[in-house]
């Protein structure tokens, strides 16, 4: 168990420096912070399930996630929020939707990038004892 204790810890501090590196990219601004409902009254009415970047990293503090899988999960999530609730050919619409797939392609591109898979595999194993 303790060693178990030793991977999920470093898992998350693996996910905390890929979630700040995302939240620094000047590009990916409206996706640090939930969506304000003030700004945007529709909002809650059309997306059921609201992500942002500063909820990822206080997941990753609550120990929410056990492998790299299951917060990429949540990075989809933002994506798919983001294309559901901007789908149009507007260009403020397009805009908001290529930002999104470039979040997707870079949090997945740092995950592979810096972890190794069968530090992944073990982190699944662990997931699916629990
Ligand atoms: C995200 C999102 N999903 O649907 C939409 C629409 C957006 C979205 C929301 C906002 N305004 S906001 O007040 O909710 C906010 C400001 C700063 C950080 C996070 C949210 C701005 C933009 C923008 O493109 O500038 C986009």
């Known amino acids: 168990i303790c060693q178990e204790e030793n991977t999920l810890r470093e898992l998350r501090i693996f996910l905390r420096d890929i979630c700040a590196k995302l939240a620094r990219n000047k590009q990916f601004f409206m996706f640090t912070k939930p969506v304000d409902v003030e700004e945007v009254p529709d909002y809650l009415d059309i997306i059921k399930e609201p992500m942002d970047l500063e909820t990822l990293m206080s997941k990753i503090d609550k120990h ?28 403020e619409d397009k805009h908001i939707r ?20 069968d530090f992944e595999d073990t982190c699944r194993d662990i997931r699916d004892k629990r």
């Not at 492998?67 to 507007?90: G, H, Q, T, W």
């Open 98 to 117: 290529h930002r999104a797939c470039s979040l997707r392609d870079k949090a997945y591109a740092f995950i592979k990038a810096e972890m190794d898979s």
């Open 64 to 91: 929410s996630y056990i492998c790299a899988r299951d917060f990429l999960d949540d990075i989809d999530l933002i994506v798919r929020n983001a294309l559901e609730y901007n789908p149009d050919k507007s260009a």
